[in-house]
């Protein structure tokens, strides 16, 4: 069973897909085999609750005691078990919110000429949108929908003065607005790290209408319109906390998961300034882990990114607050997932124990795991060569500097990443064959690292060639 397309997809599901998937394998609209439910009820037990992967026999004796082994009959229960998850993997997409629902249903009222359940259908509509508390893009693409239906209505009716096309069409604009923008963040987030080019079309226009028409107080248009001054390339502080002031403010007024992908832009812009020097956006962006961190927003399914865990750590570490990134690291590691737990964990442990000076722990904890993820193995990489600079370990840092060398050309890396750990490792080797009786020479190389970009690593290079 392990290894199967049907284990595969079930070790995916989050808690709310088990539980709604759950109900539909016990549904007698979708699965009238009780062996099928029993099946999955084992599964889910052993899964989910306990934390094993079961044999095809232990789930046929368990479902069959007295019978001896059919291995047909389990790839049977698996087959059909596998047509259910696909079947809800389809559906899950299409399964509507409700106002949805009550849009749908007030267009069905419409077609079938049923005015009263038309208008109270579309009244209760109204009402849920403005009671619940989300003004995000989806808000206005709700009320469009209601609108709409009002109009077809009205127009059915021969009310041709109480056309709402104005209401319809303000709507329409807020609706595109707030998306043109929010995908324009996306896109300037994505140009930064792989230097692609795009036509953002309308965009200009659409900056300037927003302005123009008062709209930066809703939130779905002010907080992705700062954010893009912020994220663009003249983008300076002064966008940057307006973007942080609008999200803080709204942070209840979007679904969790844009609350996320919005924290996560105000996040890379933060660590990109950081990379690029800027301490001061260590301290903004460790501001943003912890009211993420605080109201659950970074936790997905009860998982956080091991981007998220490396980087809080990388930014609490720059700023000395040592001590909220040890427990932080303890405190967080349960939920990590468990193929990045051993890795993420020890190497940030070693990078903490770096910074308070344990060097022997820092070479003790890199050792400890397996740094399958590229990225992460050349941190860790360059983790060791700084413990072995400061250490006097010069034999085996040469050596380590030409195997990252080698590594780099190698690996398929995006460049951002190679030219940084390339920048570093030619620099590294720069001090280390530097006369400490040439000023001149000294203060070349130290202009050199000044203006070599990317750099991560920029000022521990210089603090190196000051003690050099």
Not at 206 to 234: E, M, T
Not at 361 to 377: G, I, S, T
Not at 387 to 402: I, M, R
């Amino acid at each position: 069973m392990k290894g199967s397309r049907l284990l595969m997809i079930l070790e995916q599901l989050s808690r709310k897909e088990v539980t709604a998937f759950g109900k539909m394998v016990r549904s007698p609209l979708f699965n009238q085999r009780q062996d099928v439910v029993a099946f999955w009820a084992f599964l889910e037990e052993r899964l989910y609750w306990i934390g094993e992967i079961p044999t095809k026999e232990a789930a046929f004796h368990h479902l069959f005691p007295d019978q001896p082994y059919d291995a047909q009959c389990i790839r049977y229960l698996m087959s059909w078990l596998m047509k259910l998850v696909e079947q809800y993997l389809a559906l899950a997409p299409h399964l509507l919110p409700s106002v949805q629902q009550r849009v749908s249903l007030s267009s069905a009222y419409r077609e079938k000429r049923l005015p009263k359940h038309f208008q109270q259908t579309i009244r209760k509509a109204r009402q849920e949108i403005e009671e619940q508390p989300l003004r995000h893009i989806e808000y206005y693409e709700w009320q469009y929908q209601v609108q709409w239906e009002d109009y077809l209505f009205s127009a059915g009716q021969k009310r041709v003065s109480s056309l709402n096309l104005q209401e319809i069409s303000d709507t329409t604009d807020i609706a595109f607005i707030a998306q043109k923008l929010r995908q324009t963040c996306f896109l300037l987030s994505h140009q930064a790290v792989y230097k692609a080019e795009y036509d953002f079309g309308l965009l200009q226009e659409v900056l300037a209408f927003a302005k123009q028409r008062n709209l930066l107080d809703l939130p779905a248009i002010g907080v992705y319109y700062h954010c893009y001054y912020a994220l663009s390339p003249g983008g300076t502080e002064k966008d940057f906390q307006a973007f942080k002031d609008h999200l803080l403010q709204h942070w209840t007024r979007f679904p969790e998961s844009e609350t996320r992908d919005l924290l996560l832009l105000g996040l890379n812009y933060c660590i990109r300034k950081f990379n690029a020097g800027s301490l001061e956006f260590a301290r903004e962006g460790l501001d943003l882990y912890q009211k993420g961190l605080s109201s659950g927003v970074l936790l997905s399914d009860g998982f956080l990114s091991r981007f998220t865990y490396r980087n809080a750590v990388a930014l609490a570490v720059a700023i000395g607050a040592l001590d909220w990134a040890a427990s932080f690291i303890e405190d967080y590691k349960k939920h990590l997932p468990k193929e990045h737990q051993d890795s993420m964990y020890s190497f940030s442990r070693a990078r903490l124990a770096y910074e308070k000076g344990h060097y022997g722990d820092v070479l003790q904890l890199l050792q400890r795991a397996n740094y399958k993820d590229l990225l992460l193995n050349l941190a860790a990489k360059t983790l060791l060569q700084k413990t072995l600079y400061v250490t006097g370990a010069w034999d085996a840092l040469e050596s380590q500097l030409e195997a990252m060398t080698s590594f780099l050309a190698r690996k398929d890396i995006l460049t951002y990443h190679r030219n940084n750990y390339r920048n570093f490792a030619a620099l590294l080797k720069k001090i280390l064959a530097l006369n400490p009786y040439l000023p001149s020479a000294k203060e070349t190389l130290r202009a050199r690292i000044e203006q070599t970009q990317p750099l991560t690593e920029k000022q521990w290079l210089l603090e190196q060639l000051m003690k050099a």
